[in-house]
């Protein structure tokens, strides 16, 4: 919405309102409206027919949704929302979140029902998990990774798998192979898999494996700065260089890094040849 405002004034030797001859000047103020909770009282008829059978008018649909029928005051689905994207996408607490809608609405929700809007967005979109997790079993390459996070003090992880298109987060107690089985994705997996070396994922024989340069460039900053290895200093500046020439081949739709490819190629095998008999490889 677009509101216009015309600020009249007078000149300052007389007290009246001067008339237009040279224009307006313009000034854009954008500003968002007083936040309001908006309260609508639905009526559902009851009408009995002349058969003697009672009917009674449905409520709408969202209304309902995840709550029980015989409660006469619910929360709609435009708070349910709000509340749910600050809680799980902001990652701003429970208590917190009470605390801003109260400020915001006038209305303070309790914790149950946060969790139960939590619970509700959770059962709606069974649907949407199940069709991203079979999209992601058609993708050629994947990206696997495991955070910790704490579960009422515990360690808990956040298993994340897919790419720039999909990504499929879900939450379990454990980190390996067992967490891994529960998921059901990377069992049925027969592409790329690109991971950080964890044992768990060279358990799978049905996908290729391919490691993590992050986490390489990591070993290699604690070998050449703990064991002052002057190679890993080497392979990391080569690493990054392959990494730059591989986005740029990319921002050209190359399908091949060209006879600059295979000099980086070149640079590894000998580097091995040269120092294997020194350090590892």
């Avoid at 914790?111 to 709606?124: A, C, M, P, R």
């Avoid at 002057?230 to 080569?238: D, I, K, Q």
């Avoid at 490819?261 to 000998?270: A, C, P, Q, R, S």
Wanted: glycine share 8%.
């Amino acid at each position: 919405m677009v509101k216009t405002t015309l600020h009249e004034f007078s000149c300052a030797c007389q007290p009246i309102v001067l008339k237009v001859e040279h224009g307006v000047s313009a000034l854009i103020c954008r500003n968002y409206p007083p936040p309001r909770l908006e309260v609508i009282a639905h009526r559902a008829e009851r009408k009995r027919c002349p058969c003697g059978h009672l009917t009674t008018a449905a409520f709408p649909p969202d209304t309902l949704w995840g709550t029980r029928a015989s409660a006469s005051v619910q929360y709609g689905p435009g708070i349910k929302a709000v509340a749910v994207y600050l809680n799980q996408y902001q990652l701003i607490p429970y208590a917190r979140v009470e605390e801003m809608l109260g400020a915001l609405y006038g209305t303070r929700l309790c914790e149950g029902s946060l969790l139960n809007f939590n619970q509700q967005v959770y059962d709606g979109l069974e649907d949407t998990e199940n069709q991203i997790k079979a999209a992601l079993l058609q993708q050629d390459v994947l990206n696997a990774d495991e955070s910790g996070i704490r579960v009422e003090g515990k360690l808990h992880w956040v298993h994340t798998l897919g790419n720039a298109r999909l990504t499929h987060y879900q939450h379990h107690e454990k980190r390996g192979q067992v967490a891994m089985e529960a998921i059901g994705i990377l069992p049925h997996y027969t592409g790329i898999v690109m991971h950080d070396h964890l044992k768990a994922y060279l358990c799978y024989t049905g996908f290729l494996h391919d490691l993590c340069n992050a986490h390489h460039l990591r070993e290699l900053v604690f070998l050449l700065e703990r064991e002052q290895l002057a190679w890993a200093g080497e392979m990391s500046r080569l690493l990054v260089v392959m990494k730059k020439c591989v986005d740029r081949a990319q921002r050209r739709r190359q399908t091949a890094l060209g006879p600059h490819g295979f000099l980086i190629k070149n640079v590894l095998t000998t580097g091995i040849i040269l120092k294997n008999h020194q350090y590892p490889q």
